[in-house]
């Protein structure tokens, strides 16, 4: 449901506070808006893109080959992050059109999502914990 803020009490059937809604929504992950949109991601790595506003879809997109998917996506930069139980990090920006800038492969199964901190990106995989800082240093 997209719910407008400010609205109290049962709202339940409320077209002034509930603009839009959808039906289906993904098992684990939980949604993130960056750029106007709505992202989603499947745990089989389907990312549907809505716009916030009106809840029209923008665009669908498959993150890798089907590999499962139990982390949430995160934003941030102007970016979106979104990771497989393979450990790969898709790394792409909002906008009319699926625009992937990066594929990052962690080398081990990723099954939580990251955590963003202080220009600092911390990916725990099975075995590893990184801290990723923009800027490099």
């Excluded at 684990?28 to 029209?56: H, M, W």
């Excluded at 995160?74 to 792409?92: K, P, R």
């Amino acid at each position: 449901y997209a719910i407008k803020p400010g609205a109290t009490g049962d709202i339940t059937n409320s077209k002034e506070h509930i603009p839009w809604m959808r039906e289906e929504a993904p098992y684990l992950s939980t949604p993130v808006i960056a750029g106007g949109q709505v992202f989603t991601l499947s745990s089989r790595g389907v990312l549907v893109t809505y716009d916030a506003a009106t809840g029209k879809t923008v665009y669908q997109q498959r993150l890798g080959n089907g590999t499962g998917v139990s982390s949430s996506l995160v934003a941030a930069d102007g970016v979106v992050f979104g990771i497989n139980e393979d450990g790969e990090v898709y790394v792409f920006k909002p906008g009319a059109k699926y625009e992937q800038l990066a594929l990052n492969t962690m080398g081990e199964a990723v099954l939580t999502t990251p955590a963003i901190a202080d220009k600092t990106m911390f990916i725990r995989g099975t075995r590893t914990l990184w801290a990723i800082r923009k800027g490099g240093k």
